[in-house]
């Protein structure tokens, strides 16, 4: 009998790591990187996705965290290189501090795709840690609060 139990127990604890990622502040889902030191919650509604935790998704519109070594590349002009990839046209640039580290928020539409993006560029000693998330152009403006509220949950921890 206790064997059932435990297998029972292992299998709830399995399931529950499994779920729709951590819990952010409020008992909402968060976006978590231990490598990265960061923690944030998804906008209001989306969902952590299971296989891929620094994803999250509602519908068409995704988020994604992705990091990389500047390797002696200047942070403020990568982010400009990065921000008129795919023939994005910036509508506006914002600096930011996030837990300290400097960063800007930019806000793309990419005509050609029929989409429109937020992003957060942080510069984390000598990483470039990029939170995007892509909307359908006509879903934008419903989802800008709850794309800033997330984007204001971020936290980071110094190495």
């Given amino acids: 009998m206790s064997r059932i139990l435990l297998k029972i127990i292992v299998v709830i604890v399995v399931l529950s790591l499994n779920g ?4 952010g502040a409020g008992g909402g889902a968060a976006m978590v990187s231990d490598e990265l030191g960061l923690r944030m919650n998804v906008p209001a ?3 952590v996705d299971r296989k891929a935790s620094l994803m999250c998704s509602k519908g ?4 994604i965290i992705i990091s ?10 990568h982010v400009r290189q990065l921000s008129n990839d795919f023939n994005g046209k910036v509508v506006s640039s914002v600096p930011v501090s996030v837990s300290g580290f400097n960063g800007v928020r930019v806000v793309i539409e ?3 795709i029929g989409s429109k993006s937020m992003k957060v560029y942080i510069h984390k000693e000598k990483k470039l840690i990029e939170i995007s998330f892509v909307t359908p152009m006509e879903d934008f403006a419903g989802y800008e609060g ?3 509220d997330s984007i204001e949950s971020i936290s980071l ?3």
């Fill in 20 to 23: 729709c990622g951590r819990k």
């Fill in 110 to 112: 990419y005509p050609e």
């Fill in 45 to 47: 509604g989306w969902q």
């Fill in 146 to 148: 709850s794309l800033l």
């Fill in 68 to 77: 990389e070594d500047l390797e002696g590349r200047n942070f403020e002009e």
């Fill in 157 to 159: 921890k110094g190495e």
């Fill in 60 to 63: 068409d519109s995704t988020g």
